[in-house]
């Protein structure tokens, strides 16, 4: 049985990633698939609109057979560190034979042999990226940029500046990227595949007309109390509806203002200089602006502080990392070049539980079903992120808040 692996937010499922895993199972020929999903907060700084429960329902309806949680120390991260610990625990598994991802250009031809080149991480590459950082640009850009110039200037490159630039300037392209020097980087064997990204971008606003839209704007329709029906397939429209109805979500940032304006307006600066990706004196900044807000909300929190070198996605991780408590220490490099150290089922379908038979025996991380009886540092951060969801719901209940240890995983 061939598996193909596909790594997700899922925010909320839609017609698009219907599209991706259908292109996925063809391209691949695989017989069962394995999706590695987000948990509670993902990659862009933000709550994901409904529980990872209610996400991985939506997955299974879709005819995933397996759907694993990237733990948040590498759901919150930036695109080197979030697709590795997705491939890390994809390769953990044993049974993924295929990677499929959405990408801009629709094909390995120019992605793999740039990953190839980048994967080594030359002291040119971080020599290119610190000199465009003291311009003052953001490490995205400057990342993007250098990583052009160096791929343009090595044996493996071709075309030219701008046009390696504008590849890797498309947030699926640079996403796909990462997963690739991933591969290299644990000499995997799993195979690289990818299919063209259709329908909407990223930013497009909703097309009239259109079943396909990006859930960036879906989530916006949500947020103005519109209906996203044309754009989800029925199963993903009727759990989004129940979990509104019972008030757990969708959920937005300012969800959790209450709690993250305690923690800010009681914190000093050591003890902010503390969080993760706190650097370059940005606690000193934060308290700076803190008194200046005439009414505290997130969104005129990050306003004041955007600037060209800090990017509102940047931001927006850093305050879940305070919120949710996230140390240097805890999220250091160094521990996260480990690698996740577990592999966390969120949910499987009968197919599924074959999977799971098949990865007791090929599996090189501990498999946890029942949370309660496994011990790990990121596992902890994965409860703690969990329980500091739910709080936001509008009436959490105990089920709610311990539903990680009360509850198995979903079937479907």
């Not at 193909?4 to 691949?28: T, W």
């Not at 969800?255 to 200089?273: D, G, K, M, Y």
């Not at 602006?289 to 009414?295: C, D, K, R």
Request: glycine share 8%; with cysteine; charged share 20%.
């Amino acid at each position: 049985m061939t598996t193909v692996g596909i790594v997700a937010e899922y925010n909320p499922l839609h017609n698009g990633h219907v599209h991706q895993y259908n292109e996925a199972k063809k391209l691949s020929g695989a017989q069962s698939t394995v999706i590695v999903m987000s948990g509670p907060f993902t990659q862009r700084g933000e709550p994901a609109a409904v529980s990872k429960h209610a996400r991985t329902e939506m997955a299974l309806h879709m005819g995933a057979d397996l759907v694993l949680e990237l733990p948040v120390a590498y759901a919150v991260q930036p695109a080197e560190w979030f697709a590795f610990g997705a491939v890390a625990l994809l390769e953990a598994t044993g049974v993924v034979d295929s990677l499929c991802f959405g990408s801009e250009a629709g094909t390995l031809g120019s992605l793999l042999p740039l990953a190839k080149v980048l994967a080594e991480e030359s002291s040119e590459l971080q020599g290119e990226i610190r000199r465009r950082m003291a311009l003052g640009t953001s490490f995205p850009a400057a990342y993007s940029a250098a990583a052009a110039a160096v791929w343009v200037g090595s044996r493996s490159g071709d075309g030219n500046l701008e046009e390696a630039a504008e590849l890797l300037r498309q947030p699926n392209n640079s996403l796909g990227l990462h997963y690739l020097i991933a591969l290299q980087r644990l000499r995997s064997k799993i195979r690289p595949l990818t299919v063209p990204r259709t329908g909407a971008g990223f930013h497009d606003p909703l097309q009239p007309g259109s079943a396909i839209a990006s859930a960036t704007a879906i989530r916006r329709l949500l947020a103005e109390g519109g209906s996203p029906a044309s754009y989800l397939p029925d199963y993903s429209l009727s759990i989004l509806e129940r979990e509104h109805a019972a008030g757990r979500g969708p959920l937005g940032l300012e969800n959790f203002q209450v709690p993250l304006r305690h923690i800010l307006a009681t914190s000093s600066a050591s003890r902010l200089r503390a969080f993760h990706d706190m650097n370059e004196g940005l606690e000193n900044r934060l308290l700076r602006v803190l008194p200046l807000l005439e009414q505290f909300t997130v969104t005129g929190l990050l306003g004041a502080l955007k600037t060209k070198r800090y990017t509102h996605t940047r931001l927006q991780r850093l305050l879940l990392h305070v919120l949710l408590n996230h140390t240097k220490e805890e999220l250091a490099s160094p521990v996260l070049a480990e690698g996740p150290g577990y592999i966390r089922v969120l949910g499987f379908s009968e197919n599924g539980r074959a999977l799971l038979k098949k990865m007791k025996q090929s599996a090189s991380l501990p498999i946890v079903i029942r949370p309660a009886l496994c011990s790990h540092p990121q596992l902890e951060l994965d409860l703690q992120a969990a329980a500091a969801y739910a709080g936001a719901f509008t009436s959490p209940s105990r089920t709610d808040l311990y539903r990680d240890f009360l509850e198995p995983p979903v079937r479907v």
